[in-house]
């Protein structure tokens, strides 16, 4: 082991040398990163807080992580500072602002109430998936040298989770609103570990709201140097009987496509999985595969709902010719077909729990139509939280939306920390309730 001291001859761990003005030095991007590297993955956001603590002599830093679905978040708290006897405090996001930080993206301040000094609420996003939110309470009120280091931390927050969530339970226990079954530990493994992307190209965002007996619903994207392609599927039944058949489609279709292989062969490997392993079962699924430099659009679709598209305001239904869903035991084939998707679309891919609600006034068309202004991220939370609602908070079948923005292949640039081109054009903002 090397135990020469670094070349600047400080001891390695020791916190860097203060400012000329006497003040710890700003955290900045890549201190933010060493000094988490260097603390136990399950401690490495408390370091962070405690430099920023002493950089801008806040009275309180904490980090909250949202849970999956984005209707609440749970403070992280530093460690030392927390009583671990105390119950976990989940905290509503609805009207809050919590809530206005995540929908704008943007940092927010507020005076603190019952006392002095002021409250700093910060994105901790990274591509469009919101993690959670750095919160800050501060003496005064910050100027914006200090907001451009509490969004430029926030940002490096971002890195932090997703570097350390893999040695840790610390964030998935975050993330959950309640104890998950054994289906639902297995359906949640299924998705993708980040449940938004933005790109040059697109921005995609997933949401999922199981059942009460979860149903096999996955959702799964993966981003390419030449495409990006996204799948949906719903495996029959519930329970771990539904979970299984679901590991066996997404598997299927993840080494398919690892392999290099298109999109029909990515489903025939995926029906032929059922075929000999499933017993009997099925899963119905969409894949679609769209070229970043051409745009040019693959999709087949395995005994699925119809995709929606919102184009100028308006709501389309593509029928596409609809293939039999894999593990079917009969010989068959699957199309890959054609998709009219241009530059400002948005398309929406789902299962058929998004169908089957008890409120009959629920016009799931009419509801993208009002929240087409809304972030995808934004857009597919609110969709299946009005699905919920119909449903009084008790679904029958898993309830899964997809929802994708194609900006076209003109983009090759993008602003990460507001998701805006660099081109010109805003990320979308607000929309109709």
């Known amino acids: ?45 408390d370091v962070v ?3 920023l603590r002493q950089r801008l002599d806040a009275t309180e830093v904490t980090f909250l992580i949202m849970d999956f679905t984005g209707t609440s978040v749970v403070r992280l708290g530093v460690a030392g500072d927390v009583d671990t006897d105390e119950p976990v405090r989940r905290i509503a996001l609805r009207g809050t602002l919590y809530d206005e930080v995540i929908r704008t993206q943007r940092p927010a301040t507020a005076r603190r109430e019952g006392a002095s000094g002021v409250r700093v609420v910060a994105p901790v996003t ?16 910050p100027d914006d040298s200090a907001m451009r280091e509490i969004g ?28 998950l079954s054994l289906a639902a530990e297995i359906q949640h493994r ?33 981003i390419d140097r030449d495409t990006v392609q996204l799948s949906v599927t719903d495996a029959m039944g519930h329970d771990v009987d539904a979970a299984l058949l679901a590991t066996l489609a997404v598997g299927a279709l993840r080494g398919a496509r690892r392999a290099g292989e298109g999109l029909a062969e990515q489903a025939r490997q995926a029906d032929l999985a059922l075929v000999d392993h499933g017993r009997q079962g099925y899963v119905t ?17 395995a005994g699925h709902p119809w995709p929606l598209r919102l184009r100028d305001g308006k709501v389309e239904q593509l ?13 068959h084939s699957y199309q890959v077909q054609r998709l009219d998707l241009r530059d400002g679309d948005r398309l929406f ?7 089957e609600h008890s409120a009959g006034d629920l016009d799931l068309e009419d509801l993208i139509v009002r929240t087409g202004g809304l972030h995808p991220r934004e857009a597919a939370r609110t969709v299946i939280a009005k699905v919920v609602a119909a449903h009084d908070g008790h679904l029958e079948d898993d309830a899964t939306i997809m929802c994708l923005d194609w900006h076209g292949v003109g983009h090759s640039r993008r602003n990460a920390a507001t998701g805006a081109d660099l081109t010109g054009a805003s990320p979308r903002g607000t929309a109709e309730d």
């Open 1 to 45: 082991m090397n135990t020469h001291p670094p070349a600047s001859g400080r001891p390695a761990g020791a916190p860097p040398a203060p400012d000329a003005d006497g003040r710890p030095p700003a955290v900045g991007l890549a201190g933010a990163l060493a000094a988490a590297e260097a603390a136990p993955p399950v401690e490495s956001l």
């Open 49 to 51: 807080a405690r430099m």
């Open 126 to 141: 990274n591509r469009g998936d919101a993690i959670g939110l750095l919160e800050l309470f501060l003496s005064a009120e």
């Open 152 to 179: 430029e931390t926030a940002h490096a927050l971002a890195y932090i989770v997703i570097a350390n969530r893999s040695y840790t339970d610390v964030y998935q226990w975050g993330r959950r609103t309640r104890p």
């Open 190 to 222: 299924l998705l993708p570990s980040s449940l938004a992307c933005e790109a040059a190209q697109f921005t995609v965002a997933g949401a999922l709201e199981p059942a009460d007996h979860v149903g096999g619903d996955t959702f799964d994207y993966v």
């Open 285 to 301: 699924g969409q894949l679609l595969r769209i070229g970043l430099h051409d745009g040019n659009v693959e999709f087949i679709n």
């Open 319 to 331: 029928e596409v010719a609809i293939d039999m869903p894999f593990g079917f035991r009969f010989p």
């Open 349 to 355: 891919m789902f299962t058929d729990g998004m169908l």
